[in-house]
């Protein structure tokens, strides 16, 4: 997009939300990247100014000019707090002829939503998915279970629970390297001590009973996940979003290739670079999965192809749209409009299949050149910048906060000396 056609583009958007009488209030719960995008999609349809709700500031969205509001609550993250912040919340903002719309940003406000969901839709309107099902995709053997009863392909994967830290971890057919990650993330998320990373890659029975008593010392004291290790780059990382609608209709299929992730332990799994791709019987396969379950609302699907029996294998799906999952938005199908069809109007508009290529970043052109390992894949970055096919959202032009332009400038010159220092 030009510059011009930007200007264009928001002074229409600017003058459509001057004459529109908006039915809806977006709230949004958080306060990090994935809210700013959220945050960005619903300003750049509707040119509104949401109400962001938080625990703390963070840098991406405590500066910008993009939230009307940003109320903070230190104990938003307590699950008995929750529902009656919520409901502060819902009766200071609360107006006639208007629906609140209510969005979480993460796994745990998500799951609040979800646990409060009788209580919250006294105030709000949102979509997502049921406590069973959900219960289903974030215990993950739970998760892997359903995956067989499905027939969908995932990594080799064991069980152990670290209550049980005398019993070793015990399997013949266990092949390392193998990958050791926590099943209850929200548990994990709350847990702070040395050493901790989000995937712990090991090499031996050794590694392995290090990492499982490390865990069981920082008190989580749930199941973790041992699971073969994939080979491959980044770029063998896939990432599917869909939005299925309050009734169980998937309405948007997005499919993007990993380009790059964070590679700082604390980080791995978060992509900061994707390139959107078209591959329908993939597509289809997860509009089935979510269908046969009866999803609704977002989800981001985290998947990865192994070369050596050709296959793509699923390892989780986030119940909520994904921190890069904005590149929905980049295609031309606005995460915010989605939400605002649905929840607010009670549209049904037909499914749609993403077939554009555009290159969603959040890093610098110089972190992409350097580090896009894969020649074709670094070739075709080059391409879609020459062509203007690429987007970076943190920079988005309507956000006027010169503070936040000099964080952000910051943190671009951070990002080439942590993948120059982290290897992963």
């Given at each position: 997009?030009?510059?011009?056609?930007?200007?264009?583009?928001?002074?229409?958007?600017?003058?459509?939300?001057?004459?529109?009488?908006?039915?809806?209030?977006?709230?949004?719960?958080?306060?990090?990247?994935?809210?700013?995008?959220?945050?960005?999609?619903?300003?750049?349809?509707?040119?509104?100014?949401?109400?962001?709700?938080?625990?703390?500031?963070?840098?991406?969205?405590?500066?910008?000019?993009?939230?009307?509001?940003?109320?903070?609550?230190?104990?938003?993250?307590?699950?008995?707090?929750?529902?009656?912040?919520?409901?502060?919340?819902?009766?200071?903002?609360?107006?006639?002829?208007?629906?609140?719309?209510?969005?979480?940003?993460?796994?745990?406000?998500?799951?609040?939503?979800?646990?409060?969901?009788?209580?919250?839709?006294?105030?709000?309107?949102?979509?997502?998915?049921?406590?069973?099902?959900?219960?289903?995709?974030?215990?993950?053997?739970?998760?892997?279970?359903?995956?067989?009863?499905?027939?969908?392909?995932?990594?080799?994967?064991?069980?152990?629970?670290?209550?049980?830290?005398?019993?070793?971890?015990?399997?013949?057919?266990?092949?390392?390297?193998?990958?050791?990650?926590?099943?209850?993330?929200?548990?994990?998320?709350?847990?702070?001590?040395?050493?901790?990373?989000?995937?712990?890659?090991?090499?031996?029975?050794?590694?392995?009973?290090?990492?499982?008593?490390?865990?069981?010392?920082?008190?989580?004291?749930?199941?973790?996940?041992?699971?073969?290790?994939?080979?491959?780059?980044?770029?063998?990382?896939?990432?599917?979003?869909?939005?299925?609608?309050?009734?169980?209709?998937?309405?948007?299929?997005?499919?993007?290739?990993?380009?790059?992730?964070?590679?700082?332990?604390?980080?791995?799994?978060?992509?900061?670079?994707?390139?959107?791709?078209?591959?329908?019987?993939?597509?289809?396969?997860?509009?089935?999965?979510?269908?046969?379950?009866?999803?609704?609302?977002?989800?981001?699907?985290?998947?990865?192809?192994?070369?050596?029996?050709?296959?793509?294998?699923?390892?989780e799906i986030n119940i909520r749209?994904?921190?890069?999952?904005?590149?929905?938005?980049?295609?031309?199908h606005n995460m915010a409009q989605?939400?605002?069809?649905?929840?607010?109007?009670?549209?049904?508009?037909?499914?749609?299949?993403?077939?554009?290529?555009?290159?969603?970043?959040?890093?610098?052109?110089?972190?992409?050149?350097?580090?896009?390992?894969?020649?074709?894949?670094?070739?075709?970055?080059?391409?879609?910048?020459?062509?203007?096919?690429?987007?970076?959202?943190?920079?988005?032009?309507?956000?006027?906060?010169?503070?936040?332009?000099?964080?952000?400038?910051?943190?671009?010159?951070?990002y080439v000396k942590k993948y120059?220092?982290?290897?992963?």
């Open positions: 997009m030009t510059l011009l056609s930007f200007i264009i583009s928001r002074v229409i958007d600017i003058l459509e939300a001057i004459m529109a009488d908006f039915n809806f209030i977006p709230i949004i719960v958080g306060t990090d990247l994935n809210t700013y995008n959220v945050a960005i999609s619903f300003h750049e349809k509707y040119g509104i100014h949401p109400i962001l709700i938080g625990s703390a500031p963070l840098s991406f969205t405590e500066y910008s000019t993009i939230p009307d509001k940003i109320d903070y609550y230190p104990e938003l993250h307590q699950p008995s707090e929750f529902p009656k912040i919520l409901e502060k919340v819902a009766k200071k903002y609360q107006t006639p002829g208007k629906k609140l719309l209510l969005i979480g940003t993460s796994d745990m406000y998500v799951r609040y939503i979800v646990e409060n969901e009788a209580f919250l839709k006294q105030y709000y309107v949102f979509n997502y998915p049921s406590l069973k099902i959900l219960n289903q995709l974030q215990y993950k053997k739970n998760f892997y279970q359903l995956c067989d009863q499905l027939g969908v392909d995932y990594p080799r994967t064991f069980f152990y629970d670290c209550r049980q830290i005398d019993v070793p971890f015990e399997d013949d057919q266990a092949q390392y390297p193998l990958i050791i990650k926590p099943s209850n993330v929200v548990k994990y998320y709350d847990l702070h001590f040395e050493g901790k990373k989000k995937v712990y890659r090991v090499n031996s029975k050794a590694e392995v009973e290090t990492v499982l008593k490390r865990l069981h010392d920082a008190n989580y004291d749930d199941e973790v996940i041992i699971q073969e290790y994939i080979p491959g780059e980044d770029t063998s990382m896939w990432d599917g979003v869909l939005y299925a609608n309050t009734q169980g209709k998937v309405k948007l299929v997005a499919l993007g290739q990993v380009v790059l992730q964070e590679h700082t332990p604390t980080a791995i799994g978060n992509y900061t670079a994707i390139i959107s791709r078209y591959n329908l019987p993939l597509m289809q396969k997860m509009q089935g999965l979510l269908e046969k379950i009866g999803y609704t609302g977002f989800a981001n699907f985290d998947i990865k192809y192994d070369e050596r029996d050709h296959k793509f294998k699923l390892f749209q994904g921190r890069s999952s904005y590149y929905i938005t980049q295609t031309g989605l939400l605002v069809d649905d929840c607010v109007n009670q549209l049904d508009p037909p499914i749609t299949y993403n077939e554009r290529t555009f290159l969603f970043t959040i890093v610098p052109k110089v972190v992409l050149r350097e580090f896009v390992s894969d020649p074709k894949i670094n070739r075709e970055c080059r391409e879609l910048i020459k062509q203007k096919r690429w987007g970076n959202p943190l920079f988005y032009r309507a956000d006027k906060s010169l503070k936040r332009k000099l964080f952000l400038a910051a943190r671009q010159l951070n120059r220092n982290n290897k992963w």
